[in-house]
Structures are given as structure tokens and as C-alpha cells.
């Protein structure tokens, strides 16, 4: 496991980061993150940790997906993932196109919930992307009842594309483009 790899200052949430997942001294926290009743959509409700540490070591080992464990002031607080959506998720399942790149993203279950705070770990995890010029388009799949995601989704600028049939959950497709999300954030697009 390596440092930070981005770190963002946010009016409401204060400092965010993101520091690559430690499969084996993650997945006890992770493991409550993905298992709580908030994370249904997660499809991991009913993961022992042994499972979540293995589900980690295998994005570990994939060149093609990485997870980050998001801190807010220097506390774990979010997971996020970044992946090819052209060889994981959606290979095959939707006309992928250079410089796309897929996320997920979940908050952690808190005592005290912060307004905005969802929002802004998706705009941290949007800037970390977009912070990469290869990127041109963020690729979303969330399941088409997670009606609070698609809210926040549009909020920052994704364009839904459409449902897409996935083995494990009929998804709504969606892409955010680095203008779209830079007028979202109520910035001139560069």
C-alpha cells in the first residue's frame, strides 16, 4: 500500500483523500461498510470478512481496477473504485470509447451525517478522475431503483444513457464528461 494519491479541500467536508485499499488491514472496515443496511446496492450484504478481503486482494491484483479508501480530515469515511469499464463491469455491454474510465463510490455509515457530504466525496472522487487528461468520460452503472444515486449523479453532471441489462442487477447507464461536470460544479469549461 502506497500514500495519498489525491487529496481535495471541500467548503462543507473538509479535507478528502484517497489513499489506495490495503486488502488485509481494510477488511474489517470495509467489511462494515459494504455489510450495513445503507450499502444494499453494494450486493454484499451477506460477506464474511474473509470474503471482502478476498474481493479486495482480487482488485488489487487487477491492473484494470483500483480501490481507494477515501479519508475525510485524515478519517476513513468513503470507498471508491476506478475501473476499465471496457474489460470490468461493462466489457462487452455498452459501445465503450478511449478515455472512458468507471467508478463507484460509497459513503461510510455515519453517526452524524453531513448535508452534502455525499456530494462531495462524488465530486473529490470526479476530480481524482478527471485530474487524469487520458479521461474524457466517467462511466456510472448504478442499479435502477438506487434513486438516491441517480439524483446525486445528475447533480454533478452524469447524463443517463440508459438501462443496461447486467447479470446481477438491471443498471442505469450514465457518463459524465469533463465539461459536464465542470458546469455542474458551476465552473466555466475549459
Do not use: Q
Not at 58 to 87: K, N, T, W
Amino acid at each position: 500500500m502506497t500514500g495519498i494519491v489525491f487529496t481535495r479541500t471541500d467548503p462543507r467536508a473538509g479535507e478528502l483523500s484517497l489513499r489506495p485499499v490495503d486488502p488485509a488491514a481494510d477488511a474489517g472496515m470495509l467489511h462494515a461498510w459494504v455489510t450495513h443496511p445503507k450499502a444494499g446496492f453494494w450486493m454484499m450484504r451477506d460477506a464474511d470478512v474473509a470474503r471482502v478481503a478476498e474481493v479486495y486482494r482480487a482488485i488489487d491484483a487487477d491492473p484494470h481496477h483500483d480501490a481507494f479508501v477515501g479519508l475525510a480530515d485524515g478519517r476513513p469515511a468513503f470507498l471508491a473504485e476506478r475501473y476499465d469499464p471496457a474489460r470490468v463491469e461493462l466489457a462487452g455491454l455498452y459501445d465503450a470509447r478511449e478515455g472512458d474510465v468507471g467508478m463507484h463510490f460509497l459513503c461510510a455509515p455515519a453517526e452524524a451525517p453531513v448535508h452534502g457530504f455525499s456530494r462531495a466525496v462524488i465530486t473529490t472522487v470526479l476530480e481524482m478522475l478527471f485530474a487524469d487528461p487520458a479521461v474524457r468520460r466517467v462511466v456510472v452503472e448504478p442499479d435502477v431503483r438506487n434513486t438516491a444515486v441517480h439524483a446525486l449523479n445528475a447533480a454533478v453532471g452524469f447524463e443517463v444513457a440508459g438501462p443496461l441489462a447486467k447479470p446481477e442487477k438491471t443498471a442505469l447507464l450514465s457518463f459524465c464528461t469533463r465539461e459536464r461536470f465542470r458546469a455542474a460544479a458551476g465552473e466555466v469549461a475549459g
